[in-house]
Each structure stands twice: as structure tokens, then as C-alpha cells.
């Protein structure tokens, strides 16, 4: 295989092109020939006697067409890998069919990583959110476990008392496809939903309502924002009243199967807010840093962020994303600067990770160590958390997407490590922090 490279006018884009010798290839053919002259039927042959001419001449270029098909990932890894070109994903392709006897040619276009300074987030400035679990917190989450734990009767209206609605809403624009599964709504229990409670007061079975309303509220939990308000259609399935007001009391824990009782259930609870408040904090403090960043970036511009990156496509070749310069026309501004904000925290975090703690701190053993260490935490989370890490070291999509996790947050604690960082309180109930017993 020869190799040639030519830097193109992007700054990170480059021309590949590959050559493979004919014989390679055709001896490649040759072999998936003869294999299918052994079991091949021709009319005006018998059967594993069709002649080898007459078949090369039949399925010859269909199978050097897969053959080429087959090896081009490979083919491009391994040039990569020689010309040492770290490959952030594909820009464009000119791949031919291959000719037999000839010297097989093709080339791609590809964009490489660029080199990540130490400057682009040493010293970075970030708000680090922090918040508590409140006795509030912990009440509200008994009463939600007890109001799923009642038994209803259904009723005909509903009233401005407390009621179990099942229901479907959808965007009012959209058809009936699109409503949502049924849920279960409670009236009367979430002081950010009153506004919403009036809207149903008085509805029937079958009902269909249109109201402006904040959709994301329907399953968070959390006060509706103006700003996200949109004209909302409402489709009533049920309407039920509590058989008896629920209770947070002894018999609730009783119910549950609670060893210990009321007071083992609160502290069960309370650990399960406090392990639901942490994780939605390091995405907050995520966010934080990625907007950082990307802010010190625009202003210094000392990264170029891969146009792949940020405009590819969903479909990609091999694991590298595909530049798609047609449909990149239906991506907003805001949506390319998400895009563009969370490739430049891979990228930083990916280079944090592999050159500051991998390389110089870790190692192999001591890194799949840590890992480790970090899984078996997160599956504390599980009712079976052996199970949950056999899942997820026995599964290869499960394993990357963890591990990507697992580079993240050691990459967040390098960056905290020489931060200026302030602190800003959090209400959780704001971002929607929904316990689930």
C-alpha cells in the first residue's frame, strides 16, 4: 500500500489518497472465484464445472467491488495510522470502481484533530452549582411514593380537589400520531402546577383541551417557563378520585416491604435524593465548563473545531462522522453553537484525559483499575449492581458510552483542579429532580 498526503486550504483538512497493487486485489477475486465455481450452476455446464474464465467473467467485478468495499475502512485506519494523522472525521470521497490488472487508486478527505494548549482550560473561569436536600425535599418525595402506592375510584368530573388524571397531550400544530402514551397526571400535589391544575378542573372522560402551557413541566416537575410555553392539546382518558388520602405513616413502609420502618423508608429516600442531586449537579457543572471553554476559545481561537464535528451527519463511515454540507442548511445558529460547545469539551477532555492521566499518571492496569472502581459506584445506583457491571463490561456500546462518561468526569476534576471558580446556589425542584422509590 503507498500513501500520499496533501494539506488542503482548511487548516485541519487533508487529502488521502491510497494505491493498492493490482495483485493484491485480483488474487483476492481469484480465491472468492473458485470458491463459487464449486457449487455454481450454468446453463450448458455441469454443476462445479463452469469454467474459471466464464465466471471471472460474470461475478469478477462484482466481488473486487465488494472486496474494495470491505477493506476501505481498513485500508484508510491503516494510513492514518502510518502518516501518524489523527482523523476527526470525513470531508469527502472519491472512490472508483477497481479495473482489473491495474493499480487500484482512491482518495478521501478527512479532517484531523488539532492540537489542544494547556492554555485552552488551565485557569478557567466556571459557576459551580451546589445545592441540598431539604426536609421539604424529602417529605414531598414520601407523599409522591404514597400517592403512587393509593388505590382510586374512578369518577365522572373532576373537581378542584386532588385527582389522578390519565392522559395524552401533544404540540397543538401536530396530529393525533403524534400524542404522547399515556401518563398519569395528579392534581392538587405540586405547588408549581396550580395554573395547570385550574385548566383541568371540571374535565370528563374524553375530553380534548387546548392550553398554553410549558410541555417540559408536564414531566419534570419543575414551574413553567414562559418562554418555552407552547399551545398545548390535551386528551382525557380517565379521571379518578383517592380512595383514602394518602399517608405517610407506618403502614406506607408496611406496603413497601420496608425493613425498619417510616424512618428506614426517609433515610432510603434521602440517600436516593442526595445520589439523583449529585449527578444532576455534575451536569450543571458540566454544562458550566463546556460554556467556559467555549467562551475563552472564541476569543482566543486557539482551536479550530473540526467542521465534521459539528456539521456531520448521523450516518457516519466507520466511527468517524461524514461531513454533510446539504442538510447542515437546517441546523439554526443555535443549534451548530451546541454542537460546536460540546465537540470542543470532547476534544479538551479526550486530550486532558489520554495526556495528563493516562500517559503520565495511569497506565493500562491502573486505568482499567479506576474504571472499575467508578462503575462499581454507579451501579450502587441498581437493585442488582453486579448485574449492572457485568451489562456493562459484556456489552461493547454500553462499555464505550460509560467509558466516554468515566474520561469525562476525570477530565472535569483535572480542569477543577486549577479553576476559578465561584458557587451558586441551586433550586433542584427547578431543574426538575423527580425521585423514583
Not at 480465491?31 to 455441469?46: C, D, S
Amino acid at each position: 500500500m503507498q500513501v500520499s498526503v496533501e494539506k488542503l486550504a482548511n487548516p485541519l483538512e487533508h487529502k488521502v489518497t491510497i494505491s493498492i497493487p493490482p495483485d493484491w486485489i485480483d488474487s483476492e477475486v481469484d480465491k472468492e472465484v473458485n470458491e463459487y465455481m464449486k457449487n455454481t450452476t450454468l446453463p450448458g455446464f455441469r454443476p462445479g464445472k463452469v469454467p474459471f474464465k466464464v465466471m471471472a467473467q460474470r461475478y469478477g467485478q462484482p466481488l473486487a467491488n465488494q472486496i474494495v468495499q470491505d477493506n476501505v475502512p481498513g485500508w484508510i485506519h491503516d494510513a492514518a495510522k502510518t502518516k501518524e494523522l489523527r482523523i476527526a472525521g470525513f470531508t469527502g470521497f472519491d472512490i472508483d470502481l477497481h479495473t482489473r490488472g491495474s493499480m487500484y487508486e482512491f482518495s478521501v478527505s478527512i479532517e484531523v484533530f488539532p492540537e489542544i494548549p494547556d492554555s485552552a482550560y488551565e485557569n478557567l473561569p466556571i459557576v459551580i452549582s451546589e445545592s441540598e436536600v431539604s426536609e421539604e425535599q424529602i417529605q414531598n418525595s414520601l407523599m409522591k411514593i404514597a400517592v403512587d402506592q393509593s388505590e382510586y375510584d374512578e369518577i365522572e368530573v373532576s373537581d378542584d380537589g386532588k385527582q389522578r388524571l390519565t392522559l395524552q397531550y401533544r404540540l397543538a400544530e401536530l396530529t393525533d400520531e403524534h400524542f404522547t402514551q399515556d401518563m398519569f397526571y395528579h392534581t392538587g400535589l405540586n405547588p408549581n402546577m396550580t395554573q395547570f391544575d385550574k385548566v383541568l378542573e371540571g374535565v370528563r372522560s374524553g375530553d380534548r383541551i387546548e392550553t398554553e402551557f410549558d410541555p417540559n413541566s408536564f414531566m419534570t416537575g419543575a414551574a413553567p417557563s414562559d418562554e418555552l410555553k407552547r399551545s398545548l392539546l390535551i386528551l382525557i382518558h380517565k379521571v379518578e378520585k383517592f380512595r383514602e388520602d394518602p399517608q405517610v405513616d407506618e403502614a406506607l413502609a408496611e406496603k413497601l416491604g420496608v425493613e425498619g420502618g417510616l424512618e428506614e423508608l426517609r433515610k432510603e429516600v434521602a440517600a436516593e435524593l442526595e445520589r439523583d442531586m449529585k449527578e444532576k449537579l455534575e451536569g450543571l457543572n458540566r454544562l458550566s465548563i463546556q460554556e467556559a471553554l467555549y467562551k475563552r476559545n472564541e476569543e482566543s481561537r486557539e482551536i479550530v473545531i473540526p467542521r465534521c464535528m459539528y456539521l456531520g451527519e448521523s450516518r457516519s463511515f466507520g466511527p468517524y462522522p461524514v461531513l454533510d454540507e446539504e442538510n447542515r442548511l437546517d441546523l439554526d445558529e443555535t443549534e451548530i453553537e451546541m454542537r460546536k460547545k460540546s465537540s470542543l469539551f470532547s476534544m479538551v477532555a479526550d486530550h486532558i484525559y489520554t495526556d495528563r492521566i493516562y500517559n503520565k499518571d495511569h497506565g493500562p492496569e491502573k486505568d482499567e483499575e479506576h474504571f472499575r472502581e467508578f462503575l462499581t459506584e454507579k451501579a450502587q445506583e441498581y437493585e442488582y449492581p453486579d448485574q449492572y457491571v457485568q451489562y456493562i463490561l459484556g456489552n461493547k456500546y454500553t462499555y464505550q458510552n460509560m467509558k466516554i462518561t468515566f474520561i469525562e468526569k476525570k477530565a472535569i476534576q483535572k480542569i477543577m483542579e486549577t479553576a476559578k471558580s465561584t458557587t451558586e446556589h441551586v433550586d433542584v425542584y427547578e431543574y426538575g429532580l423527580q425521585p423514583v422509590y
